[in-house]
């Protein structure tokens, strides 16, 4: 590969070349996870895998260099045959992490396409990394695009952080308290919020812990009440996964192909500082 980088550097200033920048690096991330997909399977599928495969899905003929496809594919699909070349390389026992990061990846893409963040440093960083830690896992060549930007971003840290551990206390039960938090429809969860999002996201853990990804706090630091509205949202939303929040208070987590509702919190039940 050639030194010179496919994803330019941009002015961290300027919103609208971070936001291009966010969107060629997954679309260069695309490109390689599908070139590393399409020479796994020539070789064991032989070089028509494809026409083949389209063949036995009548009527299908996917674009799989289109990043949404592809991600979809790879993420809520768990025979498709593109997953082949990845179970060769990534460890049984990760399989499960490495797909939820594309899922997040698929999510993420979502509202970087969608202008629905404030593009700024901190959320481009947050991408980079994201982006890095599957590279990383398939040998990918974006690691290099990804290394550059997290030192144009960060010349005093461009290591890739390592994942906050999943904290190890029981899932916390649905009990009388979460009683405010009911109060939104359940027929409204997974429609589809628009944002704006603001700049902090959030993990939410399979026992409803819910924390900052920047800072790694976790919500119950700040709140009594955290496990309860955790517990309610994992009830939502059983895996997991990333979340992110409108100024306005609505939960919003990741459902198939757009950012759905899980709940509405205020800044009383949210961590501090982060709703007006």
């Known amino acids: 590969m050639s030194n010179d980088s496919r994803v330019v550097l941009p002015n961290l200033e300027i919103a609208n070349q971070i936001q291009a920048t966010g969107i060629a690096l997954i679309n260069v991330f695309a490109q390689d996870l599908f070139d590393f997909i399409d020479r796994g399977l020539q070789k064991t599928r032989g070089a028509n895998w494809l026409t083949e495969m389209q063949i036995q899905n009548v009527g299908s003929d996917l674009n799989f260099k289109d990043p949404s496809i592809l991600l979809k594919e790879l993420a809520q699909k768990g025979q498709s045959p593109l997953r082949e070349p990845i179970r060769s390389i990534v460890p049984q026992n990760h399989w499960k992490d490495f797909y939820k990061r594309l899922e997040e990846l698929l999510g993420e893409r979502h509202v970087w396409v969608h202008n629905a963040i404030n593009a700024d440093p901190t959320q481009l960083k947050s991408l980079v990394v994201l982006v890095s830690k599957i590279s990383w896992a398939l040998e990918l060549p974006t690691v290099q695009e990804?290394?550059?930007?997290?030192?144009?971003?960060?010349?005093?840290e461009n290591s890739v952080a390592v994942e906050a551990p999943e904290p190890t206390s029981e899932p916390s039960e649905l009990v009388s308290t979460v009683e405010k938090y009911m109060k939104d429809d359940i027929s409204l969860v997974g429609s589809p919020v628009a944002g704006p999002f603001i700049s902090h996201s959030y993990t939410l853990h399979l026992n409803g812990s819910i924390r900052d990804r920047s800072s790694d706090d976790?919500?119950?630091?700040?709140?009594?009440a955290a496990k309860d509205l955790g517990g309610l949202?994992?009830?939502r939303k059983p895996n997991g996964g990333r979340l992110r929040v409108t100024s306005d208070g609505v939960i919003a987590a990741y459902f198939s192909d757009s950012w759905g509702f899980l709940a509405k919190v205020s800044s009383d039940n949210w961590f501090p500082g982060h709703l007006g």
């Open 146 to 156: 990804c290394t550059k930007l997290l030192e144009h971003i960060d010349p005093e």
């Open 218 to 224: 976790l919500l119950e630091q700040y709140l009594e």
């Open 233 to 235: 949202l994992i009830a």
